[in-house]
């Protein structure tokens, strides 16, 4: 996409975010429900699952719809959806493999079971909405990427050729009129439309939703509570938390971005900083500068993408871009809140959007994202089979942590299963590297995708380099 700021008026696109609160747009829903005590003393139970997101809320949700019986207890560090569930763009995909690109590359023997079963886990979910009465804004409403450079649009014309050579349907080319005529920008060239394939939610309504359901199944769920130490314990495992224990026969670790409490996995995840703008809501006649009446997902197809959509209320939600790495792989508060990719994601809207000269951000944040090498999850046991993880979701979790969550009770379970048997979950990534090699090396991968970006997609011979070993970067 140009990065040209807004110039027809001489206004600096930086002062849309004078008035900008430096909050989650979607945390401060009125819907969002009182909070749970902390654990406080011992608690027992059949499956402890660690963690509050959606990976966890899964977890729990189909741990007592496959056995009502089962005594199932949650345990959060802060609260239920205060980390990346409340805090991304609210595209629920289907995809398991982040992209058809991607699982192409890395499964291409496996990706059409692979994108059947995301088919049905994305079902499933829509499902689960309904059937629990989930207020989330749920739309299937597809997603398109869209080209904003040449050669970005013979890469869609090839990935839009690939689909079809493997019998999936709901994959549409659309010129550069025809993507013009769904969503009108300047910078837009062409789009690959996933029709069926991904759906707009409100991401903080949707984690509250799975708490509300969990508990009506009986799941005893603790906030304000983190598993602070993992260890066996005789025929079960221990959790320590701040003010008591949990022993259990199994556990469930959903921690994501968080250092997982088996130690050995945390160099497969390398936390990562998103951010993201929310604009106030459209007018009728901005809405009709735009279009959008099928109100799509949307992203670009840069190294550096953006993701875009438009909500309930015809806001429009606009993140990503920069990728941001703190030495050391920590998640602190203070890496919440990053004015300079602010002011860059200003300018690049107003950019793509230029008809909305005038419109304000009423709201700015970040998270952080548990990124692997693969670019999507990975799974495994420690233990001796009584602890299960799914982690490594890279940024495409808000549908893939359901497919996790089952892989996660099959593995506990000890069963064969269609998902247990995939090589996408026997298989690990690579790990990232140690400090300071790991910081210097994702500067160096950055600086290269800035290039490529640049240079019609060139991609460098950095790039090749980890193409060929399997190791990437993204969010």
């Not at 025809?178 to 789009?191: D, H, I, K, M, N």
């Not at 984690?207 to 260890?231: D, F, M, N």
């Not at 949990?246 to 994501?256: C, G, K, P, Q, Y």
Request: hydrophobic share 40%; glycine share 10%; proline share 5%.
């Amino acid at each position: 996409m140009a990065r040209a700021a807004m110039k027809t008026s001489g206004v600096s696109p930086v002062h849309a975010l004078a008035d900008a609160a430096l909050t989650p747009f979607w945390l401060e829903d009125p819907a969002r429900p009182d909070t749970e005590p902390a654990l406080v003393g011992d608690e027992h139970c059949d499956l402890l699952v660690v963690g509050g997101g959606y990976s966890g809320l899964w977890t729990a949700l189909l741990a007592k719809e496959r056995d009502p019986q089962r005594d199932v207890v949650l345990i959060e560090g802060q609260e239920v959806g205060w980390a990346a569930s409340g805090r991304n763009g609210g595209f629920c995909a289907a995809s398991l493999t982040h992209g058809l690109g991607n699982g192409l590359a890395r499964w291409p023997g496996e990706l059409t079971k692979l994108e059947e079963l995301g088919a049905r886990n994305l079902d499933a979910i829509e499902d689960a909405v309904a059937r629990h009465g989930i207020d989330c804004d749920f739309e299937r409403t597809g997603e398109i990427d869209v080209a904003t450079a040449p050669h970005q649009v013979a890469e869609l014309h090839e990935m839009a050729e690939e689909a079809e050579q493997l019998g999936l349907t709901g994959y549409e080319f659309l010129d550069r009129e025809a993507v013009r005529a769904e969503v009108a920008s300047p910078t837009f060239l062409a789009g690959l439309w996933d029709r069926t394939g991904v759906a707009m939610v409100h991401p903080a309504k949707l984690a509250w939703g799975l708490k509300r359901a969990c508990r009506s199944l009986g799941v005893r769920i603790y906030e304000h509570t983190p598993g602070t130490q993992l260890s066996s314990r005789g025929a079960g495992i221990a959790v320590r938390t701040p003010y008591g224990r949990v022993f259990a026969r199994h556990a469930a670790l959903a921690t994501n971005a968080f250092p997982s409490l088996v130690k050995r996995l945390r160099p497969f995840v390398a936390p990562v900083y998103d951010y993201a703008l929310m604009t106030e809501p459209l007018t009728e006649q901005q809405l009709a500068a735009i279009g959008w009446k099928n109100r799509p997902g949307l992203s670009d197809s840069a190294n550096h993408f953006h993701y875009f959509r438009i909500t309930a209320d015809n806001r429009i939600l606009w993140g990503g871009y920069d990728i941001i790495y703190h030495y050391g792989g920590d998640v602190r508060a203070e890496y919440d809140h990053h004015p300079d990719t602010y002011r860059k994601l200003a300018e690049h809207f107003f950019t793509c959007f230029p008809q909305l000269e005038g419109i304000r951000f009423t709201h700015t944040w970040g998270g952080a994202i548990d990124t692997c090498s693969r670019f999507s999850a990975f799974f495994g046991t420690a233990h001796g089979g009584r602890t299960a993880y799914a982690l490594g979701y890279t940024g495409l979790g808000v549908g893939a942590t359901r497919f996790g969550a089952e892989v996660m009770l099959d593995l506990l379970s000890g069963e064969r299963t269609e998902r247990t048997e995939l090589e996408m979950v026997r298989s690990k990534p690579l790990p990232f590297p140690p400090e300071p090699v790991r910081s210097l090396g994702i500067g160096i991968t950055q600086w290269s995708m800035t290039r490529a970006d640049e240079n019609g997609g060139r991609r460098n011979l950095w790039l090749k380099a980890m193409d060929k070993v399997g190791l990437g970067f993204d969010s």
